[in-house]
């Protein structure tokens, strides 16, 4: 191919460029490279500096209903990922995820050369995890045990920063001058101004006929589920379980998934935003206030969250919910639980864990008992290493975690999949943020499956945790569009 026949294909929509990913992809297939590489580099990842978009309208533009993406974003902190296609994709189904997942995202940073613009901290590769809450499932699943993918394309936004990312394999390192000149023109080329702001349709969350209906349907199940828990806490088969409905929705038409991201990141600006798909139609999103570990140059965090209670119709009423949360003793039992796990599970690994006097933290329909965790991490501790010792928490689980799981694959009649399990991102340079998927929906079409679970210890109401867990649901409900 000579270079007058070089081109990034694009395609007009409105007068205005974008890109086509499905053309896209043969372009970096078929292309070989402009400069040396050493024997072990399979893998060129391209970073570009960009004007400031929003990943999500750019996702919005260029995701296709079978392929795999991953979005991740903290309205707070103003930071956002959008990754999608494939350049490396594992698919586990062991036990032995974890390792697994470890040695494979190892592999790929050792194959793996930087080109571009890598001045500033957050532009570099990702790769992108799920796992779900059990290691294997009776039945099938709309997600293997573990999935990891390095993206071809990602677009990185931290505060007044924003970077298009490419990673695409080698076939050999054969030498063709000025290719990367030629690449870094043609994404120059591109129309960033029409990816700065997601418009959302005119139709927001939707109220669905079957909702009713559905809660009244799990509600019976659900408490005699709670009532069967309470027996086995007073018998000292366990201290605590975490209790997960499922409520099936159908809707007239197909869900659009990123209008529901759009509408929970304005809900819902104290939470994780996520959503991830498994390229068959499948996906995984969510509004998630619970984070399992974040590690930035060697510092990790982990927050103790459980506990909870509703918050009040004005301020009056707020600060009496408030201080009823931070004096119930059952709650702090609950939230004590889990606080007292995740410090001896770094102890364990020889972590010198500290954490913070226990707080508040308020969304915008529920309050939690937050203690927040920190611990220096050594640069021989993998970020999964910290990941694997850490699920499944009491907040999701139970206590002592064995029992808990087993009674909880006896209790519920639905697969977890993804629920209540870490989802999240690493780097290059060993940084990570994982968070629990909580507060979420599996979304294929018409159809989505809502998720919300209570936690249940001695003194726990089976009429009060099912108001609980519908309070969770209303805000994934008010969501879907």
């Not at 209008?259 to 996520?274: A, E, G, Q, T, V």
């Not at 975690?401 to 519920?412: L, V």
Request: proline share 5%; glycine share 4%; charged share 20%.
């Amino acid at each position: 191919m000579t270079q007058s026949n070089l081109s990034i294909p694009l395609i007009s929509q409105e007068n205005k460029f974008i890109i086509d990913s499905t053309e896209l992809d043969k372009f970096w297939d078929n292309q070989p490279l402009s400069f040396s590489v050493t024997e072990k580099t399979k893998i060129i990842s391209f970073i570009h500096k960009i004007p400031v978009i929003d990943p999500l309208a750019f996702l919005n533009k260029v995701a296709h209903y079978n392929t795999i993406h991953f979005y991740w974003e903290n309205p707070s902190k103003q930071e956002a990922i959008a990754a999608y296609g494939i350049t490396r994709k594992f698919l586990i189904e062991s036990s032995s995820r974890f390792q697994q997942a470890q040695k494979f995202i190892q592999s790929c940073f050792q194959q793996t050369t930087i080109k571009g613009d890598t001045s500033l901290a957050g532009n570099n590769p990702y790769l992108f995890c799920s796992f779900t809450f059990f290691p294997n499932s009776d039945e099938d699943t709309a997600f293997p045990a573990a999935t990891v993918f390095l993206p071809r394309f990602q677009v990185v936004r931290k505060n007044k920063n924003c970077f298009f990312i490419v990673n695409y394999p080698l076939k050999s390192p054969q030498k063709r001058q000025s290719i990367l000149s030629q690449v870094q023109q043609k994404i120059n080329s591109i129309d960033w101004s029409q990816y700065t702001q997601l418009v959302n349709s005119k139709i927001t969350g939707e109220n669905f006929d079957n909702e009713t209906q559905a809660a009244n349907a799990n509600q019976e199940h659900f408490k005699s589920i709670v009532i069967s828990a309470l027996d086995s806490i007073a018998k000292d088969e366990f201290s605590k379980i975490v209790i997960a409905n499922a409520t099936d929705i159908t809707s007239p038409v197909p869900f659009r998934v990123i209008d529901s991201l759009n509408n929970l990141r304005s809900r819902h600006p104290d939470c994780y935003i996520f959503s991830t798909s498994n390229g068959q139609g499948k996906n995984f999103i969510g509004a998630s206030p619970e984070r399992l570990v974040s590690i930035q140059n060697q510092q990790l965090v982990t927050d103790a969250l459980a506990g909870s209670a509703p918050r009040g119709k004005n301020t009056t009423e707020d600060v009496k919910l408030a201080n009823l949360l931070l004096k119930s003793r059952k709650e702090k039992r609950e939230h004590r639980a889990v606080s007292e796990f995740l410090i001896q599970r770094l102890q364990q690994m020889g972590l010198k864990p500290y954490q913070l006097p226990l707080q508040l933290l308020q969304l915008s329909n529920i309050q939690h008992l937050w203690t927040p965790i920190y611990a220096h991490l050594p640069r021989d501790i993998h970020p999964l290493e910290i990941v694997a010792q850490l699920h499944p928490t009491p907040a999701v689980a139970g206590v002592p975690s064995e029992i808990a799981c087993a009674k909880i694959r006896h209790y519920e009649q639905f697969d977890r999949s993804l629920y209540a399990a870490p989802l999240g991102w690493i780097d290059n340079r060993g940084n990570c943020e994982f968070i629990v998927g909580i507060r979420s929906a599996l979304i294929e079409g018409n159809h989505a499956r809502l998720y919300a679970g209570a936690g249940i210890v001695s003194g726990s109401n089976s009429d009060k945790e099912f108001v609980e867990i519908q309070l969770k649901l209303q805000s994934l409900l008010k969501a879907l569009v």
